[in-house]
Nanobody, 117 residues
Framework: QVQLVESGGDLVQPGGSLRLSCAAS????????MGWYRQAPGKQRELVAR???????AYADSVKGRFTISRDNGKDTLYLQMNSLKPEDTAVYYC???????????WGQGTQVTVSS
């Protein structure tokens, strides 16, 4: 069983920056992949960014060039650096982990990001 705890969500003005963190209970080095998803009110949850065990990254088109996903294996923590934030980035952000040969997927409880002046 893997537990994921997100933090770092806040209210920020357009153009501002935030860094989200996701602390995992297990060794993230062994995870197949980890990612950040978001869900805005009335919308489906969508992939924001993903990083594989080998370090390959992928981003939603809407955040390319503004967001950066990274991880610290020593701290078992996943990060999402968000720059040039826009009101449309407002959502609950969830951390996700994919583990095992027989795939298991775990989710955190989410952290609220609100971009507003």
């Amino acid at each position: 069983q893997v537990q994921l705890v997100e933090s770092g969500g806040d209210l920020v003005q357009p153009g501002g920056s935030l860094r989200l963190s996701c602390a995992a209970s297990g060794s993230i080095f062994s995870f197949n992949a980890m990612g950040w998803y978001r869900q805005a009110p009335g919308k489906q949850r969508e992939l924001v960014a993903r990083i594989t065990r080998g370090g390959s990254t992928a981003y939603a088109d809407s955040v390319k060039g503004r967001f950066t996903i990274s991880r610290d294996n020593g701290k078992d923590t996943l990060y999402l650096q968000m720059n040039s934030l826009k009101p449309e980035d407002t959502a609950v952000y969830y951390c996700n982990a994919e583990t095992g040969v027989i795939l298991r997927v775990y989710w955190g409880q989410g952290t609220q990001v609100t971009v507003s002046s």
